[in-house]
Nanobody
C-alpha cells in the first residue's frame, strides 16, 4: 500500500529558501521519484525527478535553484528550494515518476510572497 507524506512547506519571502521532505512507503527504491507542483488554477506539473542512482532532471523554471535528493534506505525524497519566486507558489507533491497508482498524498503548501 502506497503512502506519501510531504512536509516542510510554508510562507516565505521571495529570495528565501525551503526544504521539503517526503516519506514514501510502499514504493520500491528502484523507482524514480519526482516532486510535482500544482499552482492555483493550473494542472500539476513535474518540477524535479531523481533516479535510484541519483540522476536528476529539472523543469527549466527551477534549474539552478532547486535540488532534489533521496535516501534510498529510508525511502525519503527531499527538495531544496533556493531563490524562491512568487511563481513557485503552489502545493508540492512527491510521487514515483511515473506514478504507480492514482494515489497522491496531501502535499505541502508553499507560498512565496513578493
Amino acid at each position: 500500500q502506497v503512502q506519501l507524506v510531504e512536509s516542510g512547506g510554508g510562507l516565505v519571502q521571495a529570495g528565501g529558501s525551503l526544504r521539503l521532505s517526503c516519506t514514501a512507503s510502499g514504493i520500491s527504491s528502484i523507482n524514480p521519484m519526482g516532486w510535482h507542483r500544482q499552482a492555483p488554477g493550473k494542472p500539476r506539473e513535474l518540477v524535479a525527478r531523481i533516479t535510484r542512482d541519483g540522476r536528476t532532471n529539472y523543469t527549466n523554471s527551477v534549474k539552478g535553484r532547486f535540488t532534489i535528493s533521496r535516501d534510498n534506505a529510508k525511502m525519503m525524497v527531499y527538495l531544496q528550494m533556493n531563490s524562491l519566486k512568487s511563481e513557485d507558489t503552489g502545493v508540492y507533491y512527491c510521487n514515483a515518476h511515473p506514478p504507480l497508482t492514482t494515489y497522491w498524498g496531501h502535499g505541502t503548501q508553499v507560498t512565496v510572497s513578493s
